[in-house]
């Protein structure tokens, strides 16, 4: 599981770095933020993207003493964490 977990990982992290390079005239249209608890939120947005269909994205947010982070992105359902 340890391996699985480190290839699955760097493979993750690739597979967005790449994406982010072909980033180009997307929108993030925020449609959402909602508490999960103390601290803790969910932004709910939609990147648009043309010719092909959005993406739902949310993300994570988490208050801590530096201030608002981000702690997790879950793309489509899939959680960046897990």
Known sequence: LADFTKIYSL??????????????????????????SSGEYVVKTLLTRENNEPLHMDYLVRDTKAGLKVFDVVTEGISLIN
Do not use: A, H, P, W
Request: net charge positive; hydrophobic share 25%; charged share 20%.
């Open 11 to 36: 493979y993750v992290v690739k597979t967005y770095s790449n994406g982010i390079k072909n980033y180009n005239n997307q929108e993030v249209k925020i449609k959402n933020q909602q508490n999960l």
